[in-house]
């Protein structure tokens, strides 16, 4: 999964327990959040609408959320539909929003989730911002970052790199067989009379998922921080797969045996390798979650020192 988010091939196993151990703490602290919304609206069970009170800050994060449910809905309408009858198939495509969630299919309980959610958002929406998310568009930086760094990394690859890339971003916590496991990692050592909905546990696998592409995404960047040039403010810009040798600054690899000019002599080096990246480091993933997790302000020079895991603070909220 670290690999399909922009980690090298082969990510570091150190990297990979500290990325584990960061999220379930997160996922831990969310439950808890979600556990202490549902009591105040005096249920016991953990639904979608207690994520979505927690998520309501940042519309670009719920325009993202929503835009899963939606997906998560058409596909639990239209598999069932197209073994049974083809012709439902076109009625739930063809129809509109409103009329697609009174079709009545076997997985119309699935079509709903997406009316659950614009009925509670609807009803906890008094200024119109929230409703936005399903009327326009939200421009996602974040996820526009991530798919300019995915084409970059896969432009110079053969086909049985790209499947096993492409493989590596289909990664997930809420497959078939792997939802048991997770609804087990999550509820693991956690006392509580508190249920958990089945919707609900299908966006914490999600929000799970964004979790780790949040980690690798802040370890990205201080790893692109560290390699920067004291001195030139445009060297963190530069691709790390082409330089300028005539440019200040930079220092070309100087290889005895001769291996590294077989690429440029011949012509029939492997592109590839320069495009490796180098792993992503326990040390990085620290420095990203301390730059965080660090508090900002004009007096916080005066304030004094928090802890190093706070757990308020969460990546997917």
Known sequence: MMYGFGDSR??????????????SQQMKSLLQQASEVSTLRGSKLVGLEDILF????????????????????????????IAGDEDSVAAIVGAEPAVA???????????KRTKL????????DQTGELMNVFMDPVFDEVKHERDVRAEAHTRCMDQAQYLEYSSARCSSFCGKKKAAMFREWLLKDIHSEMRLHSVALDVFSYLAYETV????????????????????????SLPPTACNPEFPNVL??????????????????????????????????????????????PLMCFAKTTGEWPSKRLLCL
């Open 10 to 23: 082969k990510p570091l196993l150190e990297s990979a327990k500290l990325v584990e151990s960061i999220l």
């Open 54 to 81: 927690l998520m309501r800050k940042d519309k670009v994060k719920l325009s993202r959320l929503v835009r899963f449910l939606e997906l998560k809905s058409f596909q639990g309408s239209l598999v069932p539909a």
């Open 101 to 111: 969630l009174d079709t009545k299919t076997p997985a119309a309980p699935r079509v």
């Open 117 to 124: 959610c614009r009925d509670f958002l609807n009803s906890i």
């Open 213 to 236: 592409a949040q980690i690798v995404d802040l370890a990205l960047i201080v790893k692109k921080d560290s390699k920067s040039v004291p001195g030139d403010p445009l060297s963190w």
């Open 252 to 297: 070309l690899p100087h290889d005895r045996n001769g291996a590294g000019t077989s690429s440029e002599a011949t012509g029939k080096g492997d592109a590839t390798e320069l495009a490796e990246p180098e792993s992503i480091t326990p040390s990085e993933i620290r420095e990203a979650m301390r730059r965080y997790w660090k508090q900002r302000g």
